[in-house]
């Protein structure tokens, strides 16, 4: 296939923890598999050791696993930051996703394909909401074999301060050449990138906006961008 090494980093708190063996059956379930799976969970109090054994259960189904707990509760930024932290080589590219997401079966064969292309650093993706698409039915809403990509051109940031309800609805806030809407889901990034980016570990909502515009605006990286729904959020 290709010399891209794989990680997929599944991210999880003590009110969904119990997912973590749902979210692996879709990523085992994986055209091609990734080469090496990062759980980062937080505040999880007395089920620390309970959600632990769970990962160590699970990650030894692949070649590399890393596991980072957290008995307090921590924001999204700090589970990317950490799981990304034994990811940095420039052949490994970091994909992240939330323990309630549905995986498309090819994400990573896609991200290995498209991560090939040298000008690529950082790769966003459509996503699909349970009222819009059904996995496993992703070959409805498009041709599976399709990779479009493009490079992101602008990313707009989100108010300050964001009003209630605001993520609730997907919005196009990413601007690329041939102006289509657009949306992103979680990002997957090459090790080198999280040397030099950083997730915002304040924020609960809107920290992947602000990590994908830092990279948008650094001249030494590039953004790229695919229409196909890598995901589904729940």
């Known amino acids: 296939m290709s010399k891209v ?3 997929f980093c599944v991210t999880f708190c003590d009110k969904d923890w119990h997912l973590i063996e749902r979210c692996v059956d879709f990523i085992i379930s994986q055209s091609i598999r990734p080469d090496k799976i990062v759980f980062t969970g937080s505040g999880l109090l007395e089920k620390t050791h309970l959600a632990y054994s769970l990962c160590l259960r699970l990650g030894k189904q692949f070649n590399e696993f890393n596991i980072i707990t957290s008995p307090t509760r921590k924001l999204p930024g700090w589970a990317r930051n950490n799981g990304s932290f034994f990811n940095q080589g420039n052949d490994e590219v970091i994909s992240f996703c939330d323990v309630d997401d549905d995986i498309h079966p090819k994400k990573c064969e896609f991200i290995k394909k498209l991560f090939v292309n040298p000008e690529i650093d950082a790769l966003v993706h459509n996503y699909g909401r349970p ?3 059904t996995f496993p039915s992703w070959e409805k809403v498009e041709d599976k074999d399709v990779l479009n990509v493009e490079p992101v051109l602008f990313v707009e940031p989100d108010p300050d301060p964001v009003p209630e309800g605001w993520f609730d ?5 990413v601007m690329t050449e041939n102006k289509q809407p657009v949306a992103h889901g979680p990002i997957s990034i090459r090790g080198y990138v999280a040397k030099h980016f950083r997730y915002k570990e304040n924020m609960s909502l809107g920290e992947d906006g602000i990590f994908c ?3 948008v605006n650094h001249p030494n990286f590039n953004l790229y961008y695919t229409p196909k729904k890598l995901i589904v959020y729940n």
């Open 213 to 215: 515009r830092e990279i």
């Open 131 to 133: 009222e819009m698409i």
């Open 5 to 7: 090494k794989s990680t």
């Open 169 to 173: 609805i997907p919005r196009t806030n």
